[in-house]
C-alpha cells in the first residue's frame, strides 16, 4: 500500500516537472516576438517639453461690488406727483426718477420774465437816445424862448428910454421891465440846455444802470428755470434701481432720498491680497476671474486700483479688478455682491521648464514623467526613461516641472501602459498637431 502511494506521488512530481521545463522557453520569450528577439516598440502619442516664461500665480477670493451707487435726492422741496420706477428697474442717464408739483413755480417764472421784458424795453429805449421828433420840439421851445427873451430885452430898453427922455413912465414901470427881461433870458437859457440835452441823449451812467438791472432780472429768471428743472429729479448715469425710498404724494425736503441706483454695467472684483504679495500686484495687469454662480464662464477683468489702506488684523490689502458686465434682455449676467475669485500674481516672473499636465504620472512616492531618449520626431524610436520630478506652477494645460529635464526633449502623454522593460516606443503623434500620425 506505501509502495504503491510513493510510485503514484513520484509520477505526478515527475510530470509537473517536464511540465514546468516544457514552459520555461515560453515564459523566456519577449511577447510578439521570437526567442532572442526584442519586442516591438509601443505607440505613443507625445509632446515636447517646454520652456516659458511666466509668473507664479494665486487664486483670491473676493466680492462682485458695482461701479457706482448713488442714492438721488432731491434738490428742491416739493410734492412727489409721478414716481414712474420700481426697484430691479433699468434707468439711462438723464432719466426721470420722479416728478415734482411745479404750478407755483412756473408763476414765478412767468412773473419774473414779464419784469424782465420790462427791464429790456427801458434799455432799448435809453440806448436808442431822443427821437428826432423830442429833439424838434426842444429846439422849437429854446426858439420860442429866444424870441421872448428879445423882446422884453428891447420893452426894457424902450422903458429906460422914456423915463430918461420924456419921464413918461414910472420908475416901477422900468424896474417890472427889467425884470421880465431878466426872467425872458434864464427862459431861454433853460430852453437852450434842454436842447442840448435832446441832442446828447441819455448819460452813460443811466445806460449803464439800466443793463445791470436787466442782468439781475436775468439771474433771477435763469435761477427759477434751474428750479424748475430740480423738480425733475434724474439719474446721473445708467444702472438699475435698487432701492426706492420715495412714492406719489409724498413731500420732500432739499436732500430727502428717493431712489439708489448702482451702476453695474462695468463692475469692480474686490479680493483681498495679503501684504507679501501685494508688491506683485501692478495696475493694468489682466486677470482672469471666475464667478461660481455663473459655471462654465471665465471672464477677464484687470487691476485698477491698489488700495494703500489694508485690514491692520488680516494684513491684507483690496485690489479693485473692472470686469466688463454683459447686459441682455433679462438684465446683467453679473451682479453686486456675487462671490468671485481672481488668478494675481504673488512672484516675479521667471522662465521655468513645463510639460503637458497629461505627461505626469502620480501615485507613487514622487511625480514622475517619461521621457523618450533619441527621438524627437514623428515616426521616430527611442528608449523611454522615467525622470522623478517636484511640480511647480501650472498655467493652462501645463505645468511646472523640477527636475533632469531639457527643453526640446520629447515625454509621453499617452500610452504609458502599454510600456513594457527594455521595450522602445514609437512617436504615432505630437500632442497639438493635426496633421496625422504614424500607426
Known amino acids: 500500500m506505501n509502495q504503491c502511494l510513493k510510485q503514484w506521488t513520484f509520477c505526478v512530481a515527475r510530470t509537473m516537472l517536464m511540465l514546468i521545463v516544457s514552459a520555461l522557453p515560453a515564459i523566456a520569450q ?119 427873451r428879445d423882446f422884453l430885452d428891447a420893452r426894457y430898453g424902450r422903458m429906460q428910454s422914456l423915463r430918461d427922455t420924456r419921464g413918461a413912465v414910472t420908475e416901477e414901470e422900468v424896474e417890472d421891465a427889467k425884470s421880465q427881461s431878466l426872467e425872458g433870458q434864464q427862459v431861454f437859457a433853460e430852453m437852450q440846455a434842454a436842447y442840448d440835452l435832446a441832442i446828447a441823449g441819455p448819460r452813460e451812467e443811466m445806460i449803464a444802470q439800466a443793463r445791470a438791472q436787466v442782468a439781475i432780472q436775468e439771474a433771477l429768471v435763469e435761477k427759477l428755470h434751474d428750479q424748475l428743472q430740480k423738480h425733475t429729479i434724474i ?109 494675481l500674481p504673488i512672484a516675479k516672473r521667471n522662465r521655468v521648464i513645463m510639460v503637458p499636465k497629461d505627461a505626469v504620472v502620480l501615485g507613487g512616492p514622487q511625480p514622475i514623467i517619461v521621457v523618450i531618449e533619441g527621438a524627437s520626431a514623428l515616426g521616430e524610436t527611442g528608449s523611454p526613461v522615467t525622470v522623478p520630478v517636484k511640480l511647480g506652477t501650472s498655467q493652462g494645460d501645463l505645468i511646472q516641472v523640477i527636475g533632469n529635464v531639457q527643453p526640446g526633449q520629447m515625454v509621453v502623454v499617452q500610452g504609458n501602459e502599454r510600456i513594457r522593460p527594455g521595450q522602445k516606443v514609437l512617436i504615432g503623434r505630437i500632442a497639438g498637431e493635426t496633421n496625422g500620425g504614424v500607426e
Open 235 to 343: 439719474s446721473r448715469f445708467p444702472g438699475y434701481v435698487v432701492s426706492k425710498i420715495s412714492e406719489a404724494g409724498q413731500w420732500v425736503n432739499p436732500g430727502d432720498a428717493v431712489a439708489e441706483v448702482a451702476s453695474i454695467d462695468e463692475v469692480d472684483v474686490v479680493v483681498q491680497v495679503v501684504e507679501d504679495y501685494i508688491s506683485f500686484v501692478r495696475p493694468g495687469i489682466e486677470v482672469a476671474v471666475e464667478i461660481p454662480a455663473i459655471p462654465n464662464r471665465q471672464f477677464v477683468g484687470k487691476t485698477i486700483a491698489t488700495i494703500p489702506q489694508g485690514d491692520v488684523r488680516a494684513r491684507t490689502f483690496p485690489v479693485k479688478i473692472r470686469v466688463a458686465n454683459e447686459i441682455g434682455t433679462e438684465g446683467p449676467l453679473i451682479l453686486a455682491g456675487m462671490y468671485a475669485r481672481a488668478l
Open 30 to 148: 519577449p511577447p510578439g516576438g521570437k526567442p532572442g528577439q526584442e519586442p516591438p516598440p509601443a505607440g505613443i502619442v507625445a509632446a515636447p517639453v517646454v520652456e516659458k516664461s511666466i509668473e507664479a500665480e494665486q487664486t483670491f477670493v473676493g466680492t462682485v461690488m458695482p461701479l457706482r451707487v448713488a442714492t438721488i435726492g432731491s434738490a428742491v422741496s416739493g410734492r412727489v406727483i409721478e414716481c414712474p420706477f420700481e426697484e430691479g428697474d433699468r434707468v439711462e442717464a438723464n432719466q426721470p426718477l420722479a416728478q415734482l408739483l411745479t404750478d407755483t413755480i412756473k408763476l414765478e417764472i412767468t412773473g419774473a420774465e414779464a419784469e424782465l421784458d420790462l427791464r429790456k424795453e427801458q434799455l432799448a429805449e435809453l440806448e436808442n437816445g431822443s427821437r428826432p421828433e423830442e429833439i424838434a420840439q426842444s429846439k422849437a421851445r429854446m426858439l420860442a424862448a429866444e424870441a421872448r
